[in-house]
């Protein structure tokens, strides 16, 4: 089983900056992919950037330029550098650890981290 810890989530001003991080334990490896969704209050949950073993990222369009997604394998934690925070970046934030193809092995979440932008 996979255990993910978010943290770093708040209340900050339109503009700003927040850091987002998610520590993983238990039984995961480097070979996970690892991305941040979040989910604003009525939408679905969506993609906001993610992260293979190898380094690859990929990120929502809404994102582009202004998140930096990253890990530490050596920490098993991942990290979500969030500049220019609009207010339609308010949403929770959750962390997300997908298993390689081959893995029978589940998906796993935390629990979710609040990120609020308004002035």
């Known amino acids: 089983q996979v255990q993910l810890v978010e943290s770093g989530g708040g209340l900050v001003q339109p503009g700003g900056s927040l850091r987002l991080s998610c520590a993983a334990s238990?039984?995961?490896?480097?070979?996970?992919?690892m991305g941040w969704y979040r989910q604003a209050p009525g939408k679905q949950r969506e993609l906001v950037a993610a992260?293979?073993?190898?380094?690859?990222?990929n990120y929502a369009d809404s994102v582009k330029g202004r998140f930096t997604i990253s890990r530490d394998n050596a920490k098993y934690t991942m990290y979500l550098q969030m500049n220019s925070l609009k207010p339609e970046d308010t949403a929770v934030y959750y962390c997300?650890?997908?298993?390689?193809?081959?893995?029978?092995?589940?998906?796993?979440w935390g629990q979710g981290t609040q990120v609020t932008v308004s002035s």
């Open positions: 238990g039984s995961i490896n480097n070979r996970y992919t």
């Open positions: 997300n650890a997908e298993p390689p193809s081959y893995s029978s092995r589940p998906s796993s």
């Open positions: 992260i293979t073993s190898g380094g690859s990222t």
